[in-house]
């Protein structure tokens, strides 16, 4: 009955129906192409995009990394990515802010390997997109440093709550 009332739409549902892995891969590709035309503003000296802020960066990051975990393809800009923006990245936070600054990992020990600290700003939910996006890092590389980094960033948004 569908067909019968709308005979045009029939041949395009057909059609969609049967090129969907075409679309997938088109999709990949768009994907891809966004992925290169972002990376045109990825700056390795700041560690962050030109032309966008502090928290922004946070959520490009999380990109790459949801791309990177879907494409394969693309593991090496991401790999290049993670690793640039977590050791030269904090040279571009504005505002260092008031957070607590004592940073605790898994089992209230100090992490002798990253400074959470670098990544607190003085807003709340900006810290939070930067524990999202080294959260999103580790899932795709498995570097235990990027999951202590979003864990001491977490751990101060916590005691920031508790204190304040």
Known sequence: MLFSRNALAAPALVSLL????????DARSRAQDALKTLQTWYNPQSGIWDT?????????????????????SVMDTATYVFNNTFHVGPVSNPQPGPEKKTVFTRDNQGSNSVNASQWLDQAYDDDGWWALAWIAA????????YLELAEGI??????????F
């Not at 049967?18 to 891969?25: F, H, I």
């Not at 922004?56 to 975990?69: E, H």
């Open 18 to 25: 049967l090129t969907g892995s075409a679309t997938a891969d």
């Open 52 to 72: 966008c802020g502090w928290w922004d960066g946070a959520s490009c990051m999380t990109t790459v990394a949801d791309l990177a975990a879907l494409d394969p």
């Open 138 to 145: 580790y899932d795709v590389t498995r570097e235990q440093t």
């Open 154 to 163: 977490f751990e101060s948004l916590v005691w920031s709550h508790l204190i």
